[in-house]
């Protein structure tokens, strides 16, 4: 009967183990492939596998949901080895897609020191969460100064006194665009909030 896949058969079979570094390989594509030479290269490396090959590998080991391992494994090697091989679709943008690949080494850590990476990234997650109602907290708080103490000013071609800008335009032969940091022989047009003094527009400045 076939042995039950876990994290120590994991680390026994991948710690120490061999696998290449292919940077020497010239680029370009494989012959006959519509993949590159690294690609190919790491594709028949006994010592690294794609990351949907790691993931179902861990997913064997834990039993864990299958999304959840692929962005532990990516928390774990934020900067994964990667190669180009076959063609997005061009509902993607066309281009070719791009592979990537764990080593034996990089396997064996995330194997080792699973339910650290785990913990880890459950935090990292929960404080992106945190991070992002705290600043819809903000923006909700801003919003609600600027309805109570400002006018909202679409469009204009001077900027009012006491001004708090949110957009600037130009008005081109496809439609408005935005034109921050861009220079047209166009008319430039600005959307924002004007105050009625400098005491208001500061203690708008002031919400952080």
Not at 16 to 41: P, T, V
Request: proline letters at 1%; hydrophobic letters at 30%; charged letters at 25%.
């Amino acid at each position: 009967m076939k042995a039950k896949m876990t994290l120590e058969s994991i680390i026994n079979k991948y710690c120490g183990k061999q696998y290449r570094e292919n940077y020497s390989i010239g680029g370009g594509l494989s012959e006959g492939k519509f993949a590159s030479n690294r690609h190919e290269n790491a594709k028949y490396d006994d010592g690294k596998l794609t990351l949907g090959q790691a993931t179902q590998l861990f997913k064997k080991a834990t039993n864990l949901d299958v999304d959840l391992i692929k962005d532990v494994l990516n928390y774990a090697v934020p900067n994964m080895e990667w190669h180009h091989a076959g063609k997005l679709p061009k509902s993607y943008g066309g281009g070719m897609k791009k592979t990537y690949f764990l080593n034996a080494s990089e396997i064996c850590d995330c194997a080792q020191n699973w339910a650290d990476y785990i913990e880890k990234y459950n935090l990292s997650n929960q404080a992106s969460k945190n991070e992002a109602e705290q600043k819809r907290n903000l923006e909700s708080l801003k919003l609600q100064f600027l309805q109570n103490n400002a006018k909202k000013v679409e469009r204009v071609e001077t900027k009012p006194n006491y001004f708090y800008q949110t957009a600037q335009e130009m008005n081109g032969k496809y439609g408005w665009f935005d034109s921050t940091y861009k220079s047209y022989n166009l008319a430039e047009y600005y959307t924002g909030w004007e105050f009625a003094n400098q005491e208001l527009l500061n203690e708008f400045l002031k919400i952080s």
